[in-house]
C-alpha cells in the first residue's frame, strides 16, 4: 500500500494500515509535526506528550528527533523521559497483558503468574512481542482483590489466575483470532 506522506497521524491511525508502516511515516514526518513547538528546552516534556499520544509511545528515532529539533542531547531527553511514568518506551501489543500486583494478588502468587507470562512469550515486564501482538506490565490493584491473583488481557479481568491457565489464555486469543479473521474472510468473499 502507497501511503501519502502528508497525512496526520490521526488520519492514517483511523485507517487500516499496518503498524509498523504508521509509525515510519509518522516518525519521519517528525521535523516537520515539531515546528508547531517552540524550540525550547521547557517545551520538552508537553512535545514528548504529544508525540507520545501519537504514536501510543516513544522510539528511540522519536527522542532522537526531538533531541535534534530542541537542539539538546539525546541523553537529556532520555532523561527526562524515563523519569516520569507516564512514558513508554515499548508500543502497547495488540492484546495488553496487565498482571495485578497489588497486595493482594501479591500475596497469592502474581509475581508467578508474571514470570510464567514472561517465559510463555519470552519478553519481560514492559517489552511487547516482535510482532506487536502481546505486551506485559504489571499494574496495581485494579479493585477486584477477591479474585486474586488477577490479570487483565486487554479490558478483560481474569480472576483466580494460576500458572496452568496462562497457556490457556493463549489458546483462547488464538481461537478467537482465528475466527475473526474467517469472518473477515467470508465479508469479504461475500459468503
Ligand atoms: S491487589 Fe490485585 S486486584 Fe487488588
Known amino acids: 500500500m502507497t501511503l501519502n506522506p502528508n497525512l496526520q497521524p490521526l488520519q492514517l491511525f ?67 523521559a524515563t523519569f516520569y511514568n507516564q512514558f513508554r518506551f515499548n508500543p502497547p501489543g495488540k492484546h495488553q497483558i496487565k498482571v495485578c500486583l497489588g497486595t493482594a494478588c501479591h500475596v497469592k502468587g502474581g509475581d508467578i503468574i508474571l514470570e510464567n507470562f514472561e517465559r510463555k512469550l519470552g519478553i519481560k515486564e514492559g ?29 478483560d479481568v481474569q480472576g483466580h489466575m494460576a500458572p496452568s491457565k496462562v497457556e490457556g489464555l493463549f489458546v483462547r486469543i488464538q481461537v478467537e483470532k482465528e475466527m475473526a479473521q474467517r469472518k473477515k474472510k467470508r465479508h469479504e468473499t461475500g459468503e
Do not use: H, N, W
Request: net charge negative; with cysteine; charged share 25%.
Open 14 to 80: 483511523a485507517m487500516d494500515v499496518d503498524p509498523f508502516a504508521k509509525d515510519e511515516i509518522f516518525i519521519s514526518g517528525l521535523p516537520d509535526y515539531l515546528k508547531q513547538f517552540d524550540r525550547q528546552r521547557g517545551q520538552l516534556i508537553p512535545i514528548l506528550q504529544k508525540v507520545q499520544q501519537e504514536l501510543t509511545y516513544l522510539p528511540a528515532e522519536a527522542l532522537q528527533a526531538v533531541a535534534d529539533y530542541l537542539e539538546i542531547p539525546v541523553a537529556e531527553v532520555y532523561g527526562v
Open 127 to 155: 517489552e511487547t512481542t516482535e510482532d506487536r501482538e502481546f505486551s506485559i506490565e504489571r499494574v496495581a490493584c485494579v479493585g477486584c482483590c477477591a479474585l486474586a491473583p488477577v490479570v487483565l488481557v486487554g479490558e
